[in-house]
């Protein structure tokens, strides 16, 4: 069997280690690449067999973003016809964050278009035009990507659709340190759906069932930590000093590395000077501006009382929880103001910002969000949990805070592609028109009734179909990430490798039935 493997930096080497085990077993025969991050890809390379090997292809997204002297195939209205017949190209450009909002789009939030749109043509024609050719050329059994965030996952998974190939998506379900693939772009699964569907039938009896009541238990009396979230931060005069330093020294290193490795113009790699000026210069200065914006109108949970409110922890930006699963509300300010204006008048909408947001967003931005007059900010180092449980609905675009409040019994509005929106339409409803918000609210209000079955089938079905491995703080080692206790990374590798295994041998049932204590 082939496969062809899409990879933005470190998971790169989770998925030639799951590469290098299926060869071994003789499931895989031939294996082709598509990789970001020109830093990561050429100081890592020797580590790499297969990537050195003349016979494995390799795409590299810096070959295509590099617009200098570059045009459009001559194929290039072909390939449009052809892919807009399953969905806007459009879609790939608006998941990738560098590429639609440059380099510095992870320290520093702007709207400002980084390409044209002839050179935005150029980049993903000539993509596609490569990537199709290396479909036909190695006749892949399964395409298999990381969580949508690159132009060209998106593309990868575009063409599976076009070529009739299974694609298989990696991402976390945040339930403990449970990761999944899924066989489709959304946030569920095919094996999801059917797993959740079958434990609402004699489910005591089904796999997992007393780690997903002790799971739902946990949920429902204290905010639930899962693998790879963002620790607690230090901000101490010394951590503060230290980061300084170490941003400042790590910086003249990386900047020498790239300049050595050729590959200092990669679109993928955010300016080092740039980047420490707001990423590390900067922030505290503009945290501490926003926070005092802020408690212009902010609340504490002390003083929340019996005010009626609709909970909106904002998502931070861009990330694909927006991009890939909201497109329709990137701009959450207008989300916010059209929720704000489709609930009661005597209630507010009370919104926390993402931890990792508060020094990002622009002054303007909050100023904008304090015109409407029935928001309140929440105070920003509280728990999204509480504010839930004080609440009378919490609305997401597609965050796991919409369960969290779920597990806890409040009412959840969806407005964009969430897993958990499988629950039924007596506790959460997925709302797709903000016309219908208001009836949508009110109906879901009369009509709530909790189900703790539902909750457990839904936790269940992701253990389930999962893998249990420290995705982020092992296999891929963020620092400042929840980690679990599990096994070690080899053996993490080889979960990962064997149920791919029995995936490529088109064997599913062993999903339900390997409960481990």
């Not at 082709?32 to 003349?54: G, I, T």
């Not at 399964?142 to 593309?155: E, K, M």
């Not at 919490?394 to 779920?406: I, K, L, M, P, R």
């Amino acid at each position: 069997m082939n496969v062809i493997f899409a990879a933005q930096a470190s998971i790169l080497k989770v998925f030639h280690a799951i590469d290098l085990e299926l060869r071994l077993e003789g499931v895989i025969s031939n294996s082709a690449y598509w990789v970001a991050d020109a830093e990561y890809y050429q100081f890592n390379l020797r580590q790499f067999d297969l990537l050195n090997d003349p016979s494995t292809k390799v795409l590299k997204e810096w070959t295509y973003t590099d617009t200098t002297g570059a045009s459009l195939p001559e194929n290039w209205q072909f390939l449009e016809e052809k892919y807009e017949a399953v969905g806007s190209v459009w879609n790939a450009i608006l998941a990738d964050r560098r590429l639609m909002h440059g380099r510095l789009c992870k320290t520093k939030q702007e709207y400002k278009g980084h390409y044209s749109q002839e050179q935005l043509k150029i980049i993903i024609y000539n993509a596609l035009n490569d990537i199709d050719k290396l479909i036909i050329e190695l006749k892949p059994e399964r395409i298999v990507t990381f969580v949508p965030a690159t132009f060209g996952d998106i593309l990868l998974i575009h063409a599976a659709e076009i070529h009739g190939i299974e694609c298989r998506v990696l991402r976390s379900t945040k339930i403990k340190n449970y990761v999944a693939f899924s066989d489709k772009l959304g946030s569920s699964s095919t094996w999801l759906e059917s797993s959740y569907a079958d434990n609402l039938l004699n489910q005591v009896d089904k796999p997992f069932y007393s780690q997903a009541l002790a799971f739902l238990k946990q949920g429902t009396g204290s905010p639930v930590e899962y693998e790879g979230s963002i620790a607690g931060k230090n901000n101490t005069t010394i951590d503060l000093l230290k980061r300084y330093f170490v941003g400042a020294v790590g910086g003249v290193i990386q900047k020498v590395r790239r300049v050595r490795l050729g590959v200092a113009g990669d679109n993928h790699l955010p300016p080092l000077f740039g980047a420490f000026i707001f990423g590390n210069l900067l922030r505290e200065y503009r945290e501490k501006n926003v926070r005092r914006l802020m408690r212009k109108r902010q609340l504490s949970l002390e003083e929340v009382g019996d005010l009626s409110y609709v909970f909106y922890p904002m998502h931070s930006e861009p990330e694909v929880a927006l991009s890939v699963y909201g497109r329709e509300h990137q701009n959450q300010i207008e989300t916010i103001r059209r929720i704000a204006q489709s609930i009661p008048l005597s209630w507010k909408i009370v919104i926390k910002e993402h931890p990792r947001s508060i020094s990002y967003r622009t002054r303007s931005y909050y100023e904008k969000l304090l015109d409407i007059p029935n928001l309140v900010f929440a105070d920003p180092d509280t728990k999204p949990f509480y504010w839930n449980k004080k609440s009378r609905a919490v609305v997401t675009v597609s965050g796991f805070s919409g369960f969290e409040a779920a597990m806890t019994g409040v009412p959840v509005i969806v407005l964009g592609d969430a897993s958990f929106s499988l629950l039924p339409k007596t506790m959460q409803r997925t709302v797709k028109n903000m016309e219908n918000f208001a009836i949508e609210l009110k109906s879901l209000l009369h009509d709530y009734v909790i189900s703790e079955s539902h909750l457990l089938a839904y936790i269940m079905a992701n253990m389930q179909v999962g893998v249990d491995v420290n995705l982020y703080s092992d296999l891929l080692a963020k620092s400042g990430r929840i980690t679990m206790d599990t096994d070690d990374i080899v053996t993490q590798i080889s979960r990962l490798s064997n149920w791919m295994l029995h995936d490529l041998n088109n064997n599913h049932n062993f999903m339900r039935v390997d409960e481990e204590i």
